[in-house]
């Protein structure tokens, strides 16, 4: 069931201004991503995701309530249909089962897109993160265990696990 207040949309560098901000803020918490600043430019952040696989979802306001991009995990053909997903909801929209919005936005997406495997590497303390992806069908199917060095918020310095997970279509692909 779509959330009521939210529009999807393809993300354009117009959005770059909020998508930097809401990016940033979950790189404060310190358990988003192992990157320290969001990239300085629109083209530097899209050039290695699938442009037509990242939304912006936008509350009746018009403010920017969440973010999600798809990211090639190969150049190989055979993983044409595999994506990294990467998913951040706003601060001010924590809570009100926006990312649930998005998250079922991203499926149906990545599934008309022609995407079988959706995977995540999510830090083992991000406990929002991992239930989010949980009720959507992710499971984790792996530990990188010390796969990077944190180098801010509360784990900075700490040699940190992340846990892959996955989703399967039961669409798409070999179903």
């Not at 969001?38 to 990242?54: G, L, N, Q, R, Y």
């Not at 792996?142 to 784990?155: A, D, N, Q, T």
């Amino acid at each position: 069931m779509p959330h009521p207040a939210l529009t999807f949309q393809v993300m354009t560098e117009a959005d770059w201004p909020d998508v930097q901000r809401v990016y940033a803020e979950g790189i404060a918490t310190g358990m988003g991503t192992f990157e320290s600043t969001p990239p300085e430019s629109f083209v530097d952040f899209i050039k290695t995701k699938i442009a037509s696989a990242c939304v912006v979802a936008r509350d009746a306001r018009g403010a920017l309530a969440a973010w999600a991009v798809l990211i090639p995990v190969s150049s190989r053909h055979v993983y044409r249909g595999v994506a990294e997903m990467s998913l951040y909801v706003a601060a001010s929209h924590r809570g009100q089962r926006v990312g649930d919005a998005l998250m079922r936005e991203m499926v149906r997406l990545s599934e008309a897109q022609g995407f079988w495997t959706l995977q995540s590497s999510t830090f083992p303390q991000n406990t929002a993160s991992l239930a989010l992806q949980q009720r959507h069908g992710f499971h984790i199917v792996g530990i990188r265990e010390k796969i990077g060095r944190m180098s801010h918020g509360p784990l900075a310095g700490q040699w940190c696990d992340t846990l892959l997970l996955e989703r399967r279509s039961k669409t798409v692909g070999c179903v």
